[in-house]
């Protein structure tokens, strides 16, 4: 399906020989294994790519990520892309249209999608520390505290689990839909989950805790970060026993100097007093935008 609006810019479908073209705008961008991508294209005074979308659908919610050349956002070229996302959401019956990853309030694409009526869905709480910080920390915690872990418990790298194992546990807590998860796991995954330091917390042979973590540039980042026990000194031990699987595969220097991890929606208040206990620090929250899609019917 191709628009216009009515210049020479158009949106399509990229040819199969201009698809690494059209992926080059997404490099610093993970792009979920199953997204279809469209590309505004300028026609004169030679034909070139000014902006390109990726999307997919999350059950009945539509999930888009914004790209464009280097240097500003060509606003004409995003807001056709967005109007024309908009049309086939309400098309194929979706029951809202969001932004496919959390921005921060710097973003410049938080304008763009303001124009067009998003809004702010919820917002995450973000927490940082140095790498030779939180290892020293976990280091200590680790020997003080590992005579009081259940001789039970014990934790595994993710690259021989399955995601699947996991889904049930961190499910409640919203921190990542089932087919992203999926995409993060995969060894191909370039921004993908480091599978030996990732682990999961088994209590004998059931998972009751994980720890799943990429990194990006120097930063070592923690998007889940779960311990489902209802004892609150368990929980904590469980929690040590995550890092320190972590901590023992990797020591500080090299390519990670920096350790951040997010609060998930039901989590802020138990992830902020971990942090600061661990002499870490908060940083600016980020945010998931959306919009409803009003079809006729309704």
């Known amino acids: 399906m191709n628009a216009s609006s009515g210049t020479d810019l158009v949106i399509r479908e990229p040819a199969s020989s201009e698809l690494g073209r059209a992926i080059y705008l997404f490099r610093n961008i993970r792009l979920r294994s199953k997204a279809r991508i469209l590309v505004a294209v300028r026609s004169h005074p030679v034909e070139r790519f000014v902006a390109a979308v990726a999307w997919w659908p999350e059950g ?8 464009s050349p280097p240097g500003s956002i060509r606003s004409e070229a995003c807001d056709l892309l967005i109007d024309h996302l908009l049309e086939v959401a309400r098309i194929s019956g979706q029951k809202s249209l969001q932004y496919g990853e959390l921005l921060a309030d710097t973003s410049e694409w938080i304008a763009l999608l303001k124009r ?21 920390r976990t280091m200590e915690t680790f020997e003080k505290y ?19 194992i996991i889904f049930d546990l ?15 796991w995969r060894e191909d995954s370039a921004l993908g ?42 929980s904590a031990l469980g929690n040590i026993l995550l890092f ?3 901590a023992a595969r990797k020591k500080p220097g090299g390519t990670i100097r920096r350790l951040q991890f997010r609060a998930g929606a039901t989590e802020h208040r138990e992830t902020a007093s971990l942090a600061l206990r661990m002499g870490g620090h908060e940083m600016p929250s980020r945010h998931i935008y959306y919009k409803p899609i009003i079809t006729m019917a309704e």
């Open 146 to 164: 590992k005579a009081s872990i259940p001789s039970g418990w014990h934790t595994k790298s993710i690259r021989h689990q399955t995601p699947e």
């Open 193 to 234: 989950f480091e599978l030996d330091l990732s682990s999961i917390l088994f209590d004998g042979a059931r998972p009751i805790g994980t720890l799943l973590a990429r990194q990006v540039q120097d930063a070592l980042c923690v998007d889940v970060r779960v311990v489902r026990v209802e004892n609150k000194l368990l």
């Open 170 to 184: 961190i499910q409640p807590y919203r921190l990542m839909p089932l087919s992203e998860l999926q995409d993060y």
């Open 60 to 67: 009945n919610v539509g999930c888009f990520q914004l790209a």
């Open 244 to 246: 320190y699987h972590m």
């Open 116 to 136: 067009h009526g998003f809004e702010q869905l919820r917002s995450e709480r973000f927490f940082e520390l140095t790498g030779p910080q939180s290892w020293t």
